[in-house]
């Protein structure tokens, strides 16, 4: 009897011995089986259970469904911890993911490297059972998860990937009560990603760019304190999400700008930005009828806010205009950006924000101010100043505003203003520092260009000090949000105005004749006040002294101005010179004529002696042929032109 009972016992050891060694298989065929009968196949190399540790062991595991979704991992090892399923709960302390590929049916594809666990995960699990009031599913990682080598794709072209991330202490909690309203919160500790990089720009021309083909690379992005809530109750209320401080460190961005044909081409394909038809393709609905519902029941707005935003000082920003050619290349360097207080919910809360960061090794610019990002319109304030910025790799949109070429120069800028209710007033203070310009060729002026534009370079020429510096103050008014605001509106109309008007302040002081369109056509429109001589004389009247002074003082302080001295004889001159009756119409012989033009001649040399004696380079004055004008009964004059 007791060698019966030890063979039973023998057996039955040996039978559970093997069931639980088939175990691992039974799972698999068992899963293979249910996952086959709704169309979705499975495989798994391997699949290795030790119950009484809570291991499961598994490689080679590919899913792959009708709709072509395929997944595929290498391996999956996790540990399980067995008594808190006593309690409605599943804990995690160990788990190590390797190469999990998600392949999708519209082309896109999701890879990541490796996934660890450090410390625990929590998973909380429903009670359905009567006299229990939980009703919903909480996740909680209590140290870390961390992610390496992600990358995702579009077609076999990148266009997000990270080398390194790690999420901190994560709660996550949903409802599952369906007879109330289902809710979801999210909360985070810090989230960090090492060395991001979102691609899409792999078509740039000239070639001479080819080398640029990251749009965005951050070395280290931190979001900390993150929170999230959202709330089913058919759009009434909405959903937060709030996130205290976002870091960027070496954030390098790359912004390229195309022609417009280039640009609506790109705009129904998959070039540039593959992440904004990703975004819409997320957000589209799966079919019209779907659309027609959220239509017809809009969900409540997601409100957003962050309490600062720091962009550090090792960041870059590089911006290519390949809209004309040469194509535009520019780097800002050492960028720092803070801003702070961006809240949604209270969209009249101004949010401040300072910027600093530099053009190259010499040019800095430097902005505060403060800004509603979320207002209905546009609401801010600013100050700032740009410091010895290089202007000539601009020319292409002086050519395009402006109708001039850039030949060199260097802009100094202060500003300050507000926008108010989309009404911009900005007032900027400029310093122009060997600043030339030159007109373009007929063939070279575009399309939307005067054909009686303002000649910019000589009005500018006029404003030139001695030392090679043009100054002008630049108002800026307008509605932002007028279609014809713009850049080009800003350097081709208001600085012209403001120019043109510059002048006029500037030389009236000096005798400058009261022509409001004065520069309009031509620069020999500008005129000074004539200096007089006494009739059929060659002496100079008592007011003509005044004159002189003026024009000496303006070309003592103007020395790249030349100013051209062109005498005029009178039909009053005739009736002195050759003692003619008042009445007598004016008749000028052959001898006479003569006689008037040596007079004219003997005027503009006078006039030019004078200047020089008071300290004017001769060659600042420029004596023009005289001429009669015999309808005229005033006593001659030169006339002083540019």
Not at 1 to 29: D, G, Y
Not at 151 to 163: D, H
Not at 483 to 507: H, M
Request: aromatic share 6%; charged share 20%; net charge negative.
């Amino acid at each position: 009897m007791h060698k019966i009972l030890n063979r039973i016992l023998l057996t039955l050891v040996i039978s559970a011995v093997l069931l639980v060694s088939l175990l691992p298989e039974l799972v698999r065929w068992q899963a293979i089986r249910a996952l086959a009968a709704q169309g979705i196949d499975l495989e798994i190399d391997y699949l290795g259970l030790v119950l009484r540790k809570g291991e499961i062991s598994l490689d080679g595991l590919r899913i792959k469904d009708q709709d072509n979704l395929d997944i595929s991992l290498a391996t999956l090892d996790l540990q399980l911890r067995l008594l808190p399923l006593l309690d409605n709960q599943i804990e995690f302390s160990h788990l190590h993911l390797r190469d999990l590929t998600v392949k999708l049916p519209n082309g896109q594809e999701m890879n990541l490297g490796r996934v660890e666990l450090k410390g625990n995960i929590s998973v909380q699990l429903p009670d359905t059972t009567q006299g229990h009031p939980q009703n919903s599913l909480s996740v909680e990682i209590l140290e870390s998860l961390n992610f390496h080598k992600f990358s995702f794709t579009q077609e076999l072209k990148s266009i997000v990937q990270f080398n390194e991330g790690e999420i901190h202490k994560l709660h996550l909690e949903l409802s599952t009560d369906k007879n109330s309203n289902e809710f979801f919160a999210l909360n985070l500790h810090n989230i960090v990603l090492r060395d991001t990089r979102i691609f899409g720009m792999d078509h740039l021309e000239p070639k001479a760019l080819e080398d640029f083909s990251e749009h965005i690379s951050i070395e280290e992005l931190h979001l900390d304190q993150i929170a999230f809530h959202q709330l089913d109750d058919d759009g009434k209320t909405p959903g937060e999400l709030s996130i205290h401080k976002l870091e960027f460190a070496g954030l390098n961005t790359l912004l390229l700008k195309v022609p417009v044909a280039k640009a609506s081409e790109q705009s129904n394909s998959r070039g540039a930005f593959p992440l904004m038809d990703i975004i819409k393709t997320l957000q589209a609905a799966e079919n019209s009828a779907v659309s027609q519902q959220a239509a017809a029941n809009p969900s409540a707005p997601l409100l957003f806010s962050l309490g600062e935003l720091n962009v550090s000082d090792n960041s870059r920003f590089t911006f290519i205009d390949t809209s004309h050619t040469p194509a535009t290349l520019r780097n800002v360097e050492e960028i720092f950006l803070q801003v702070t207080d961006i809240d949604q919910e209270n969209p009249d809360q101004p949010s401040a924000f300072s910027f600093n960061a530099k053009n190259d090794k010499y040019s800095e610019f430097s902005f505060q101010g403060n800004i509603e990002p979320f207002s209905e319109s546009v609401n801010a304030s600013i100050t700032g100043q740009i410091k010895s910025l290089d202007l000539s790799p601009l020319s292409a949109y002086a050519e395009s505003s402006a109708a001039h070429r850039i030949k060199s120069g260097h802009l100094s800028a202060k500003l300050e203003g507000t926008i108010v209710d989309n009404k911009i007033d900005l007032q900027v203070l400029l310093d122009l520092r060997k600043f030339y310009l030159e007109n373009l060729n007929a063939n070279e002026l575009p399309s939307e260009a005067e054909a009686s534009s303002i000649p910019l370079a000589t009005a500018l020429n006029l404003l030139r000090d001695n030392d090679d510096r043009i100054e002008f103050k630049l108002p800026i008014s307008g509605d932002v949000s007028a279609p014809d605001f713009s850049i080009q509106y800003i350097l081709g109309i208001l600085a012209r105005k403001a120019i043109t008007e510059t002048v006029i302040n500037y030389y009236t002081p000096f005798g400058l004749l009261g022509v409001t369109s004065a520069l309009v056509n031509s620069a020999t429109q500008l005129r000074f006040e004539p200096v007089h001589f006494e009739a059929g004389k060659n002496a100079l009247t008592s007011v003509a002294d005044k004159n002189i002074d003026r024009l000496a003082a303006l070309l003592s302080k103007k020395q790249s101005l030349t100013l051209t001295l062109c005498p005029v004889s009178t039909g009053g001159d005739w009736r002195k010179r050759f003692t003619q009756r008042e009445s007598a119409k004016v008749s000028i012989t052959a001898k006479q004529q003569t006689e008037l033009e040596i007079l004219g001649l003997e005027r503009g040399t006078i006039l030019k002696s004078r200047l020089v004696k008071l300290g004017v380079p001769a060659d600042q004055l420029i004596v023009c042929k005289a001429t009669i004008n015999e309808k005229t009964d005033a006593a001659g004059h030169v006339n002083i032109e540019l």
